[in-house]
């Protein structure tokens, strides 16, 4: 991919309806811009990135498009090939998504996040967290992704919560969160009715909104936990989020007497789109 004449292009991630864009300039990336799409689809992404563009012709290096084509795992992260996408004349190559047979799964927006960790820490061996709307769990060992496994812990919290009257995102308490997670860890297969009982016991005003937040996360972080076992238990253990998931996940790790790398998410994606740029 060829830069423009100013020596810029725009590095970009798209995580759902959810775009992240740097402007780098000879090598220099200047700060995050973060745009809300009116939808995940292609005619919304083109828009965004039109914005973020302002008029200039530049390349773009794009991270997490649900059009990008589907990688096999096992994969070295350095060799992902970009793919041409068609947006409507923009100079568009794509970081490709990971995807993966048994256990079913596909991974796209974590994708530049995982590849930027790895290049910062290529002898990294191990497993990589990655929270978001999806979590994955990735196996990582001589600098390839071996395979991963997902969950929707994020979008299961989200639901819950309204059913409870809450947001999501907000204070949450401590030792109900520890407490709710050694239980979901322990008993997965009562998940449904653990949260049955915590929906009924903020209803009648028995728990606090930052109780009942900490109980709704434990449990369904208890639960991921258990159905990951065998991807963190007696492994060097990364983990990769935004500044409200990163905290519970921390958390979470840290009751299981887990040592946990933490990394910042927008760092990594960055590093993995100016990897991805610089091997194109």
């Known amino acids: 991919m060829a830069l423009s004449r100013s020596g810029a292009w725009l590095a970009a991630n798209q995580d759902g309806d959810t775009l992240t864009v740097w402007e780098v300039r000879d090598g220099t990336p200047g700060p995050a811009r973060v745009l809300q799409l009116k939808s995940s689809g292609p005619a919304a992404l083109t828009e965004g990135l039109r914005q973020a563009l302002a008029g200039e012709a530049r390349p773009v290096v794009l991270g997490g498009s649900p059009m990008a084509p589907l990688q096999p795992v096992p994969v070295p992260l350095?060799?992902?090939?970009?793919?041409?996408?068609?947006?409507?004349?923009?100079?568009?190559r794509a970081l490709p998504a990971l995807g993966q047979n048994a256990p079913c799964a596909v991974m796209r927006g974590a994708v530049a996040?995982?590849?930027?960790?790895?290049?910062?820490?290529?002898?990294?061996?191990?497993?990589?967290?990655?929270?978001?709307?999806?979590?994955?769990?990735?196996?990582?060992?001589?600098?390839?992704?071996?395979?991963?496994?997902?969950?929707?812990?994020?979008?299961?919290?989200?639901?819950?919560?309204?059913?409870?009257?809450?947001?999501?995102?907000?204070?949450?308490?401590?030792?109900?969160?520890?407490e709710a997670v050694d239980d979901g860890l322990?008993?997965?297969?009562?998940?449904?009715?653990?949260?049955?009982?915590?929906?009924?016991?903020?209803?009648?005003?028995?728990?606090?909104?930052?109780?009942?937040?900490?109980?709704?996360?434990?449990?369904?972080?208890?639960?991921?936990?258990?159905?990951?076992?065998?991807?963190?238990?007696?492994?060097?253990?990364?983990?990769?989020?935004?500044?409200?998931?990163?905290?519970?996940?921390?958390?979470?790790?840290?009751?299981?007497?887990?040592?946990?790398?933490l990394a910042d998410q927008g760092r990594m994606a960055l590093e993995g789109l100016i990897g991805a740029q610089a091997g194109a």
């Open 78 to 92: 350095a060799e992902l090939p970009l793919a041409e996408l068609q947006l409507d004349g923009l100079a568009v």
């Open 113 to 178: 996040r995982l590849a930027g960790f790895l290049r910062l820490n290529p002898e990294w061996d191990g497993v990589v967290c990655l929270p978001g709307a999806v979590t994955h769990w990735v196996q990582v060992s001589a600098r390839e992704a071996v395979s991963f496994q997902s969950a929707l812990t994020g979008q299961l919290a989200r639901g819950t919560a309204q059913g409870l009257g809450l947001e999501a995102a907000g204070a949450w308490d401590k030792s109900a969160l520890a």
């Open 186 to 261: 322990a008993k997965p297969q009562l998940l449904a009715a653990r949260l049955a009982a915590a929906q009924a016991a903020a209803e009648l005003g028995q728990t606090a909104a930052d109780g009942a937040r900490g109980q709704l996360w434990g449990l369904l972080l208890g639960a991921e936990l258990a159905a990951a076992r065998p991807y963190w238990l007696g492994q060097n253990l990364a983990l990769i989020a935004d500044g409200t998931l990163q905290p519970l996940y921390a958390e979470a790790l840290a009751a299981q007497g887990l040592p946990v790398t």
